[in-house]
């Protein structure tokens, strides 16, 4: 890993084998850059050895800081009333102290709690909103400029149905039935739907959002949860977009025709959630495999009804076991 200046040339520099150059930030997207510059000096800083030069490194430092400075300058304080509210929610959201925070970003203890409260006077340095914005993997401008306790996207929201959906699951305060498909027999409510179907042992799923001849490989059992309070049933099916491809997973609710006097009396639909093989929802892979996970640990668990494991409870708590 290359750390010379020897190929500093047209005020580019390499650390690490990436280049880099020094940037004057004339924007929100500049001052982004800048501080990416930054943080890449002062951590080819850190890595260097007792006995090497660091003056040109230092050097480098200090001029990005003074540009980043001379933007900040332009443009003023920046809004505070976000900013506190968000690293509160943040630090709750991931069980944290706030002194837990500032030891991880290595910054003096009290200086978090002290700056960022609502009406004070004093603000956070943008070089610590930046450590922030990158500890939690959160956009800088998201969390300067939005309220992150408030779904701003349907990526938010398909997130925290997800994170709901897999803390009831956890509890048991919501359970999910198998409804097959692979590993089980399929449930008679797919029969006609044209969603599944096998062809050389393999079964497929037909998303119904696209062409008919469109299929990719059902990967597992399918499971459904009826006690969301949503009036419908909702599903989700593991499934492949080839034999080579990760596990994807897609939502989709469920009802039936429950009207006695309709043609259609007990015919089942289903319609279109939302899947985590498509932008922007593939960060979404891995909160819906967590649980999805749950839901296949739960379903081999002990079945209890909810009055046998009421009177195991209280008898544990009187016994002190």
Same mark, same amino acid.
């Given at each position: 890993?290359?750390?010379?200046?020897?190929?500093?040339?047209?005020?580019?520099?390499?650390?690490?084998?990436?280049?880099?150059?020094?940037?004057?930030?004339?924007?929100?997207?500049?001052? !982004?850059?800048?501080?990416?510059?930054?943080?890449?000096?002062?951590?080819?800083?850190?890595?260097?050895? *007792?006995?090497?030069?660091?003056?040109?490194?230092?050097?480098?430092?200090?001029?990005?800081?003074?540009?980043?400075?001379?933007?900040?300058?332009?443009?003023?304080?920046?809004?505070?009333?976000?900013?506190?509210?968000?690293?509160?929610? !943040?630090?709750?959201?991931?069980?944290?102290?706030?002194?837990?925070?500032?030891?991880?970003? *290595?910054?003096?203890?009290?200086?978090?709690?002290?700056?960022?409260?609502?009406?004070?006077? #004093?603000?956070?340095?943008?070089?610590?909103?930046?450590?922030?914005?990158?500890?939690?993997?959160?956009?800088?401008?998201?969390?300067?400029?939005?309220?992150?306790?408030?779904?701003?996207? $349907?990526?938010?929201?398909?997130? =925290?149905?997800?994170?709901?959906?897999?803390?009831?699951?956890?509890?048991?305060?919501?359970?999910?039935?198998?409804?097959?498909?692979?590993?089980?027999?399929?449930?008679?409510?797919? $029969?006609?739907?044209?969603?599944?179907?096998?062809?050389?042992?393999?079964?497929?799923? *037909?998303?119904?959002?696209?062409?008919?001849?469109?299929?990719?490989?059902?990967?597992? @059992?399918?499971?459904?949860?009826?006690?969301?309070?949503?009036? =419908?049933?909702?599903?989700?099916?593991?499934?492949?977009?080839?034999?080579?491809? =990760?596990?994807?997973?897609?939502?989709?609710?469920?009802?039936?025709?429950?009207?006695?006097?309709?043609?259609?009396?007990?015919?089942?639909?289903?319609?279109?959630?939302?899947?985590?093989?498509?932008?922007?929802?593939?960060?979404?892979?891995?909160?819906?495999?967590?649980?999805? #996970?749950?839901?296949?640990?739960?379903?081999? @668990?002990?079945?209890?009804?909810?009055?046998?494991?009421?009177?195991?409870?209280?008898?544990? $708590?009187?016994?002190?076991?």
């Amino acid at each position: 890993m290359s750390r010379r200046y020897d190929e500093y040339t047209d005020g580019k520099f390499e650390i690490y084998g990436e280049m880099y150059e020094l940037i004057e930030p004339e924007n929100f997207e500049g001052l !982004l850059k800048a501080l990416k510059v930054k943080g890449a000096l002062e951590t080819a800083i850190s890595g260097l050895m *007792h006995d090497e030069d660091s003056s040109t490194w230092c050097s480098l430092l200090q001029e990005q800081d003074n540009y980043i400075q001379e933007y900040l300058n332009t443009i003023g304080d920046f809004d505070n009333s976000h900013l506190v509210g968000n690293i509160n929610y !943040l630090a709750k959201k991931y069980n944290l102290r706030i002194g837990e925070i500032e030891n991880m970003l *290595h910054i003096s203890a009290g200086y978090i709690s002290r700056t960022a409260r609502e009406n004070s006077p #004093k603000k956070l340095s943008i070089d610590v909103v930046w450590k922030l914005a990158a500890l939690f993997g959160i956009d800088l401008r998201a969390l300067l400029e939005t309220d992150l306790q408030i779904p701003n996207s $349907n990526t938010d929201l398909a997130a =925290k149905f997800i994170a709901k959906a897999l803390s009831e699951t956890e509890s048991g305060h919501i359970e999910w039935i198998c409804n097959g498909g692979c590993a089980s027999e399929l449930d008679e409510s797919f $029969n006609g739907s044209r969603l599944i179907t096998q062809q050389d042992d393999v079964t497929y799923y *037909h998303p119904m959002y696209l062409s008919n001849t469109a299929k990719f490989i059902l990967d597992d @059992d399918i499971f459904a949860c009826e006690n969301f309070d949503l009036h =419908k049933e909702v599903l989700i099916v593991p499934f492949k977009l080839n034999n080579t491809s =990760k596990t994807h997973y897609e939502f989709i609710f469920r009802h039936s025709d429950d009207n006695e006097s309709s043609p259609t009396f007990g015919a089942y639909y289903f319609t279109r959630m939302f899947n985590t093989a498509s932008d922007p929802f593939a960060d979404l892979d891995i909160r819906a495999e967590q649980l999805y #996970k749950c839901i296949k640990d739960r379903e081999y @668990d002990t079945q209890l009804s909810a009055g046998a494991k009421a009177i195991i409870i209280q008898y544990l $708590n009187r016994s002190g076991t």
